[in-house]
C-alpha cells in the first residue's frame, strides 16, 4: 500500500527556512498537498496540487514535489508557524496522510 | 464562506455503531465538484481519512475500513453523515467532516469519539 513517510520533528530559529520533507513511492507523479495543524485545532490546508496556495494563506509557505519527495519550505519562520505539519496524497483514489512532523521554533 | 459542523455521541460503547453527521452551513452542498469527506485522528497520533462522498450518492471508503463504514447524505438537510459499525476502543479518535474528495480546503471543529462501557 502507498505510504508516506515524514521526520518526526524539525526544529528551526525565527526568521530562518524550514523545510519539512514527505517521502513516498513515486510521489512525483502524484499531487501533493500539506495541512498545518496547531493544537486543539483542525487542519489548515496550506498548499495543495504541489505547489499552489489557497487564498488567505501566507506567501513564505511554499511547495515542491519532484521524484520520491515532497517537500514544504517555511521562509522567515516565525513563532506561530509552530505546529504539527501533515503532508497527504492520493493513490488509485485511497487519500493517504504522512504521519505528521512537528515544526519547532527555538 | 463554506462552515461543516459535527455532531454525534461522544461516547460509544464496544460492538456498537458510531453514528455522527456534518452540516454544511455557508454555502450548497450540492453544488458543483461537491465531496464531502470524513477524517479521523488518534489521540496523539496523524489522521487517517476514511471516505468521502458526492453529493450525488457515490462513496468510495478506505479500504481499511470499508466493512465497517457507510457515509450517506441528505442534501435537503445540507448534512452528510457516518455510521461506523462494531466499534473497539481502537474506534477512539477525534472525527472530522471536511470538504474535498483528494484534498481537504474546509474543516469542522472535530468531535471525539470514545468507545467505552
Known amino acids: 500500500s502507498f505510504e508516506l513517510t515524514q521526520p518526526p520533528s524539525v526544529s528551526v530559529s525565527p526568521g530562518q527556512t524550514a523545510s519539512i520533507t514527505c517521502s513516498g513511492d513515486k510521489l512525483g507523479d502524484k499531487y501533493a498537498c500539506w495541512y498545518q495543524q496547531k493544537p486543539g485545532q483542525s487542519p489548515v490546508l496550506l498548499i495543495y496540487q504541489d505547489n499552489n496556495r489557497p487564498s488567505g494563506i501566507p506567501e513564505r509557505f511554499s511547495g515542491s514535489n519532484s521524484g520520491n519527495t515532497a517537500t514544504l519550505t517555511i521562509s522567515g519562520t516565525q513563532s506561530i508557524d509552530e505546529a504539527d505539519y501533515y503532508c497527504q496524497a492520493w493513490d488509485s483514489t485511497t487519500v493517504v496522510f504522512g504521519g505528521g512532523t512537528r515544526l519547532t521554533v527555538l | 464562506q463554506v462552515q461543516l459542523q459535527e455532531s454525534g455521541p461522544g461516547l460509544v460503547k464496544p460492538s456498537q455503531t458510531l453514528s455522527l453527521t456534518c452540516t454544511v452551513s455557508g454555502g450548497s452542498i450540492s453544488s458543483g465538484n461537491s465531496y464531502w469527506s470524513w477524517i479521523r485522528q488518534h489521540p496523539g497520533k496523524g489522521l487517517e481519512w476514511i471516505g468521502y462522498i458526492y453529493y450525488s450518492g457515490s462513496t468510495y471508503y478506505n479500504p481499511s475500513l470499508k466493512s465497517r463504514v457507510t457515509i450517506s447524505v441528505d442534501t435537503s438537510k445540507k448534512q452528510f453523515s457516518l455510521k461506523l459499525s462494531s466499534v473497539t476502543a481502537a474506534d477512539t479518535a477525534v472525527y472530522y467532516c471536511?470538504?474535498?474528495?483528494?484534498?481537504?480546503?474546509?474543516w469542522g471543529r472535530g468531535t471525539r469519539v470514545t468507545v467505552s462501557s
Open positions: 471536511a470538504r474535498g474528495q483528494f484534498t481537504f480546503d474546509r
